[in-house]
């Protein structure tokens, strides 16, 4: 078939669906020589850059109107202005992902939500994906007063022995019937990837286990569980990101697992769910190298060679996933503005190389933050629709796009008044109802907490009956946190309050101190970061240069060290509380007489608002000092092994 009849058909195949639905076309005027009708090639790249703008969710993190450049732009985009507004009717957008810095309130997110919908459909336009990680532990974007962050994945896959899938269910629930309210109709949730790397510097307690089996079986319940409210779940990141241990944030990982192995562990998960009863609207794309599944090689922007990533591989999207696996669903790309992606591939051959290989959304493929780029994203969009011209994959999609918003019913946010949205979500945030939202989310939270926390060894030296304690804590978060856990423990057990000291170790203290403190105490607790947590995740309560001089996580582990060592020789009982992955307590264990995970380092603050000094409180560390004091016996196991 030659070039005009394939465009021919493309246009017959599309011009109902599309050009009906451009709300900006103005009747043909009477005065041709005014409004030449346009030439076969434009009508045609018109139609294929309508298509494209389905295919892809932007993110608008930041916006700054007075043209600020793009790197030094930091003003958050909370109420979106019109010139955004116009980018997602005129080019056809797909979807927005937001973030934390997009979100103040309840009633700020609604609005900004119900204005981009019905700005959509007024325009003729479908509805939008309007998407979120919250995964829940340390990836979730909304503020913990608006929806409990939980203890994470790592925390329920550690309740599975006991409690089977009913933690994935329930937080699944809780997220999706929190969510929807909001406006926010997909959840790039859960993470399915088998951690087996102990060093994996960004899976880690995102994982649910190391064990394919357990991770598909609760990854599955979370899928069934999020979407029975409405809201579209998407695993990721296929074909499995687990044993890596380079984080794609900042660089191109690659699995050097056989075929078998992937089939048998990385991909087993993602198999069982896409093969359920319930499979995912979406599976989002990994950007690492897995040569056993594609060796292809593709030159970089630098000229070199590199091994193809998956989310830029037709063999395992198409091949792979789409054939061997038979999934129906939306494939999306992990974030297109990642290391992984950008320091190798420009946007426009990330884009054509992302579609060509079988994506049907390309999340956040360029970065808009000023006017500058929404006129560069226009000119990108023209671009890669001339290069897509006589793409047989494009019509597809585009149909499965709109399948998955149908079905999913996404348009039905704006058919009902704000005023309506406005008040369910007051009334699931009542903390007056024992039976509203949030308090069921609270008691999710409690309940998973107690549930997951696991001695690793020491069970026999439990409980710890001393009444003088000093903790080496990750930052002063976590110091207050566990010292308002304690008190809280110890007013169940006793009338005689503890005798408490804890050091941050955001910058190292002085051994001095340490020993001094150390000399009047009977126990000492090392809570324990690893991988160390981000800055944004400290809570600012430390002191701003000690912050600047931040220690290392080799730092601050070469100083728990010595004093658990001191410790040691003074006949201290030593406590050693991982409290994201668990295996330092195996390098540790002849140092410490009890090991305790969490899984889990999530603190709450209260606003900073709030008159009182901030109340800090975690109900990761109100279980761990539970089961200290023996008010609790710990049910969880971990879902790692520790050699």
Known sequence: MGRSAILSGVLILLSAALFNANASAQPVSANASNNPKPSADDETIRAVKNMLGQKIILDFRYFCEDNTPSSRCRTSMTVIPPSLLNVLSTHNIGGVILFSENIQNTEQLITLNYTMQQHMVKAGRQPLFIAIDQEGGRVARLPSDMLSPFAGNMAIGATFHQRGSAFAQSVASHIGQTLLPLGINTNFAPSVD???????????????????????????????AMQSTGVMSAIKHFPGHGDTHVDSHSGLPQVTHSKAQAMA???????????????????????????????????????????????????????????QLRYQGLIVTDALDMAGITQFFSHEEALVSAFNAGADIALMPFTIRNQDDIEKFALLLDN?????????????????????????????????????????????????????????????????????????YGEDELPITSNRWLALMPDAARCL????????????????????????????????????????????????????????????????????????????MAFSKKIMVAAKAQNKTVVFAPLRMPYK?????????????????????????????????????????????????AEGRSPVSLK
């Open 481 to 556: 946190a566990f010292d308002a856990a304690l008190a809280r423990a110890r007013s169940k057990a006793s009338d005689k309050p503890l005798e408490f000291a804890c050091l941050p170790l955001t910058a190292l203290p002085s051994t001095q101190l340490a020993m001094n403190l150390l000399k009047q105490a009977d126990a000492l607790v090392v809570g324990n970061i690893s991988p160390l947590h981000a800055n944004y995740e400290l809570g600012g309560l430390d002191l701003p240069e000690h912050v600047k001089q931040r220690a290392t996580e080799t730092e601050m």
């Open 265 to 323: 562990g990385d991909i087993l998960p993602f198999a069982n769910i896409i093969n359920s009863a319930t499979p995912p609207a979406m599976v989002m794309s990994a950007h690492i190298q897995y040569p056993s599944l594609d060796d292809t090689t593709i030159i970089d922007k630098h000229g070199k060679s590199q091994i193809v990533p998956a989310t830029l591989s037709k063999k395992i999207l198409t091949d792979v996933l789409r054939k």
């Open 384 to 456: 890669v629709a001339k290069r897509m011209l006589e793409s047989a994959f494009l019509n597809a999609s585009r149909n499965r796009i709109i399948k998955e918003k149908q079905r999913f019913a996404l348009q039905n946010f704006i058919s009902k008044p704000i005023s309506w949205w406005l008040n369910e979500a007051k009334e699931n945030a009542s903390t007056n109802n024992a039976n509203s939202l949030k308090n069921r989310g609270i008691q999710i939270e409690k309940g998973l907490s107690r549930s997951s926390v696991s001695v690793l």
């Open 585 to 633: 307590a195996q390098d540790v264990k002849e140092l410490a007489d009890i090991a305790i995970a969490t899984f889990s380092y999530t603190v709450s603050m209260t606003p900073e608002s709030a008159k009182e000094d901030k109340h800090v409180t975690s109900y990761s560390l109100n279980a761990l000092a539970d089961v200290l004091l023996g008010n609790i016996l």
């Open 194 to 224: 088998v951690n087996s790397e102990p060093k994996n510097p960004v899976i880690n307690v995102r994982s649910f286990s190391e064990n394919p089996e357990q991770v598909a079986a609760l990854g599955q319940a979370f899928v069934s």
